[in-house]
T-cell receptor, first 113, second 114 residues
Framework: DGGITQSPKYLFRKEGQNVTLSCEQNLNHDAMYWYRQDPGQGLRLIYYSQIVNDFQKGDIAEGYSVSREKKESFPLTVTSAQKNPTAFYLC????????????FGSGTQLSVL | GESVGLHLPTLSVQEGDNSIINCAYSNSASDYFIWYKQESGKGPQFIIDIRSNMDKRQGQRVTVLLNKTVKHLSLQIAATQPGDSAVYFCAENRSPAAGNKLTFGGGTRVLVKP
């Protein structure tokens, strides 16, 4: 089955720790995205990548970092600089870079210990 | 509607009735709009989309209406079923020249009463 796989489903971070969320897609999509969702709110764009080895900041990139070394993988690192990391993180992809619907993964819930 | 803080607007609808979910968008240059359904603890699922050169598009039990004059988007669900209970998000592409960057509204919770 083709799709987007996020792991882990639940993740806990200690203060001062960096954690990395995994996102893998086997849809052969060019573009990948990371969104953050807080309770009762919409999705906010953290980072996106339209091509391998290139990525751009979204609206709330501070405290996060990404890499795009392979087309199918777009990991997100939540650094210790992100002071309020508790949220639901969603990865998405699209076939190209023009107006198209996003395909979402099932999300990772990150909480602070 | 749009959310305010942690309190999502909620639409309660009787099973079998039609539901209408509204969304106001802000950028008159937006040229692509989309509706997603999100169940608790899951990723959003695509429902239907519409481009700005259209004012209506129909899918299976769903219809999206676009009114560019007042910058308003609505999703109509016919014969609402218990499985339709979820949070519904509208999104617009505010930067068509910059590629596919969707901006999401705050969401509306739909509760279907049996």
């Amino acid at each position: 089955d083709g799709g987007i796989t996020q792991s882990p489903k639940y993740l806990f971070r200690k203060e001062g720790q960096n954690v990395t969320l995994s996102c893998e897609q086997n849809l052969n999509h060019d573009a990948m995205y990371w969104y953050r969702q807080d309770p009762g709110q919409g999705l906010r764009l953290i980072y996106y990548s339209q091509i391998v080895n290139d990525f751009q900041k979204g609206d709330i990139a501070e405290g996060y970092s990404v890499s795009r070394e392979k087309k199918e993988s777009f990991p997100l690192t939540v650094t210790s600089a992100q002071k309020n990391p508790t949220a639901f993180y969603l990865c998405a992809s699209t076939p190209g870079t023009s107006n198209e619907k996003l395909f979402f993964g099932s999300g990772t819930q990150l909480s602070v210990l | 509607g749009e959310s305010v803080g942690l309190h999502l607007p909620t639409l309660s609808v009787q099973e079998g009735d039609n539901s209408i979910i509204n969304c106001a968008y802000s950028n008159s240059a937006s040229d692509y709009f989309i509706w997603y359904k999100q169940e608790s603890g899951k990723g959003p699922q695509f429902i239907i989309d519409i481009r700005s050169n259209m004012d209506k598009r129909q899918g299976q039990r769903v219809t999206v209406l676009l009114n560019k004059t007042v910058k308003h988007l609505s999703l109509q669900i016919a014969a609402t079923q218990p499985g339709d209970s979820a949070v519904y998000f509208c999104a617009e592409n505010r930067s068509p020249a910059a590629g596919n960057k969707l901006t999401f509204g705050g969401g509306t919770r739909v509760l279907v009463k049996p």
